[in-house]
């Protein structure tokens, strides 16, 4: 699908533009794809971004606003023949594929979901400033006694649940007549892990501090105490 | 009293003509499978319904193989989480041969969160911006996290959560079904306690509807699931109703033992 925008001002065409990016930004400050040098153009005043079949305009939150055909917008699937006003500047959307099928599409087509190709994804999010990864790994981690018989050892956290308290099924094992058969759990999820309490009088802290019942996210070098047993939470890879 | 408590509810919202959301519940195996459909010639409730019906059969076939809560060394999950990440897999495959072969289904993808309870624990698998949320002790937290555009930025620092709620482009998914080959499911495993009330959901909730707001709505009417579901489709439809509205409650009354296949009966599963 080959786009363009033909940039005029006061009916002369000033420039053309090749949408060829995912994303292209229109703006005053340079950096922008589009770069306008006029006091009513906001720093960034609006992007088009290209996902599927769809071209889409957004306004960033511009002093002056945007608007399509003479009315303001800050969301809009652009059609064939669309002409955007930004400050005194126009530009003039050409491109016949993306024409007859956006100008039926109803006004609540912006809600519908959309799924954006990861070969995008990885560009909006780079633009951004962020190294893209393709698919982050699970991370994985494990804790290490600080404290009682077992102090020194480590324990790998790879299930994707790891109980612990007085109970026999629990992997990392807490004596006490107040903890609970499984006092709490561990989870390894693709955010990383958290702990939750889940039952005993012993309550679970983390950082010196009780959980309560929620759960909470662990972080590399985070202290986890129960009843007598003090562990100490890392990060392996 | 059975040990889970189940409803899945759906509804067209305010805006759109047709639902594109799929919703399946199976309570005497402990399964239940959410999808948002979209893309093609309204193809999406095509895509949404082949997932939530292959996902919801093959699970409850592979589940008669395996005893309860067996873990895999390889990967650390049970085998129940397994089967539900290999059922995300298949149906993938289908709908994307599905699109192939039918010019008008060309384009269609689907969300997905499935939930198999086990035992006292439950394994969630998700593709998508669906969503799993657990009420316990009447505080709300997520299950899961969108694959979504928004929640990317957000995770890589980009954007703060508040940005986020107020950003124009929450409905890019950056995984689904029927998108590429190797689609990849996420897996979250959790204890499930007596007292928990889990909630699956499409997006149409909660584009529209805080968490404060469910949070209290399912507290209010925890004690009836029917109200509870209709509470929440309401306080979408109120905010708008832009978007097709589908939500599973489940309430876990006691640890959960599926009804038994064949082959574990035979050979003294657990």
């Not at chain 1, 807490?174 to 955010?191: D, I, M, N, S």
């Not at chain 2, 193809?43 to 082949?50: C, I, P, T």
């Not at chain 2, 993808?109 to 086990?118: E, H, I, K």
């Amino acid at each position: 699908m080959s786009c363009k925008l033909i940039l005029k001002f006061k009916d002369t065409v000033i420039a053309e533009y090749e949408l060829t990016q995912e994303e292209t930004t229109i703006g005053r400050k340079e950096g922008n794809t589009i770069h306008i040098d006029n006091l009513a153009v906001s720093g960034r005043h609006a992007r088009i971004l290209k996902i599927g079949n769809k071209v889409i305009l957004e306004d960033l939150g511009s002093t002056n606003g945007t608007q399509v055909n003479g009315k303001g917008v800050t969301k809009h699937v652009l059609s064939h023949g669309d002409v955007v006003t930004v400050g005194k500047h126009t530009l003039t959307f050409s491109c016949p594929e993306a024409g007859q099928k956006q100008v039926e599409a109803e006004e609540g087509e912006m809600d519908k979901t959309m799924i954006i190709s990861s070969s995008a994804r990885e560009e909006l999010l780079e633009k951004g400033g962020a190294s893209a990864t393709a698919k982050p790994e699970m991370v994985l981690g494990g804790v290490q006694y600080l404290s009682g018989p077992l102090m020194g050892k480590s324990v790998e956290l790879k299930a994707s649940l790891t109980s612990m308290g007085k109970g026999k099924n629990c992997k990392i094992r807490v004596p006490g007549l107040l903890v609970g058969k499984q006092a709490a759990v561990f989870t390894r999820r693709p955010t990383g892990y958290h702990i939750t309490h889940l039952e005993g009088m012993s309550k679970t802290k983390v950082n010196g501090e009780s959980i309560a019942d929620h759960p909470r996210v662990l972080k590399d070098g985070d202290i986890i105490e129960l009843a007598d047993i003090k562990l100490q939470f890392y990060i392996k890879s | 009293m059975s040990a889970l408590e189940m409803i899945a509810v759906t509804d067209v919202g305010v805006k759109r003509d047709h639902n594109e959301d799929c919703v399946g519940i199976d309570v005497s195996h402990g399964i239940a499978v959410l999808a948002d459909g979209m893309g093609g010639h309204n193809a999406g409730e095509v895509a949404s319904a082949m997932a939530v019906d292959l996902v919801m059969r093959l699970v409850k076939d592979e589940l008669k193989h395996i005893g309860v809560g067996e873990i895999d060394d390889e990967t650390g999950f049970s085998k129940e989480a397994l089967i539900a990440r290999h059922a995300v897999v298949t149906a993938n495959n289908a709908i994307i041969e599905a699109a192939q072969a039918n010019p008008e289904c060309s384009g269609m993808g689907t969300t997905l969160v499935t939930a198999v309870f086990y035992g006292d624990r439950v394994a969630v698998t998700h593709v998508g911006d669906s969503r799993m949320y657990l009420l316990r002790n009447e505080y709300l937290s997520h299950i899961t996290e969108d694959h979504s555009l928004i929640q990317e930025q957000v995770r890589r620092g980009l954007l703060t959560a508040e940005d986020a709620r107020n950003s124009s482009i929450k409905n890019l998914v950056t995984r689904a079904l029927g998108v590429e080959q190797d689609v990849e499911a996420d897996v979250v495993e959790d204890i499930a306690l007596v007292g928990d009330i889990y909630m699956m959901c499409s997006d149409g909730l909660t584009d529209v509807v805080p968490d404060e707001a469910i949070r209290l709505t399912l507290i209010e009417h925890s004690k009836d699931f029917k109200k509870c579901a209709q509470a929440l489709i309401g306080l979408a439809n109120d905010a708008g109703g832009p978007d097709n509205i589908s939500v599973i409650l489940i309430r876990v009354n006691g640890a959960f033992s599926r009804r038994k296949g064949f082959f574990s009966r035979l050979f003294g599963g657990k």
